[in-house]
């Protein structure tokens, strides 16, 4: 989990440092989605490798990825893509080790944690959205804001010019 921390803070140090980076955005998106995808791997695989014989340290692992997925959420809601990228591989490992068990109570647990997830991918989505939709009002805001000064400013110009006149 480190490495892949690591790795990923390199990646955004690097965007940071891009001077380009404005050009590129596709690019780095995928980046950031492969890293998320990564990130999610490390979990989902890490809770499937410790899986513990414990429901009570179990319910932790559950907790532990629900907490994480729902992070990423609040992390990528700009980009869907990247937050399944992330709480697919982190979810279902742990849905799938539950529907392995078998017992009712274990695919009750799978078929929650699933519905969670697509809970969290709406989430993702209609966060999206709204960014995008605040996102275009910030831009036009900032142009009409420019509107406005370019207006005052050559509003200004007649006002002096009348006065220069009337002088």
């Not at 695989?45 to 410790?50: D, K, M, P, V, Y």
């Not at 399944?84 to 080790?97: E, H, K, T, V, Y």
Request: charged residues 20%; proline residues 4%; hydrophobic residues 55%.
């Amino acid at each position: 989990m480190l490495a892949a921390s690591l790795l990923r803070l390199g990646v955004w140090w690097a965007h940071r440092r891009d001077r380009t980076a404005a050009d590129a955005p596709r690019r780095w998106a995928r980046a950031a989605t492969v890293l998320a995808g990564l990130s999610g791997a490390v979990w989902g695989g890490g809770a499937l490798l410790l899986w513990p014989e414990s429901e009570t340290q179990r319910l932790f692992w559950v907790f532990v990825i629900g907490g994480m997925c729902t992070g990423a959420v609040a992390l990528h809601y700009p980009r869907p893509e990247a937050v399944l990228a992330f709480i697919l591989p982190a979810g279902l490992p742990i849905a799938a080790a539950y529907a392995a068990g078998g017992s009712p109570q274990d695919l009750a647990a799978a078929a929650m944690i699933l519905v969670f997830l697509a809970a969290l991918a709406a989430a993702a989505r209609r966060f999206a959205g709204q960014f995008r939709v605040f996102a275009r009002l910030r831009q036009d805001l900032r142009r009409q804001a420019q509107d406005l000064a370019e207006a005052r400013a050559s509003l200004k110009q007649e006002v002096d010019e009348h006065r220069a006149t009337a002088a």
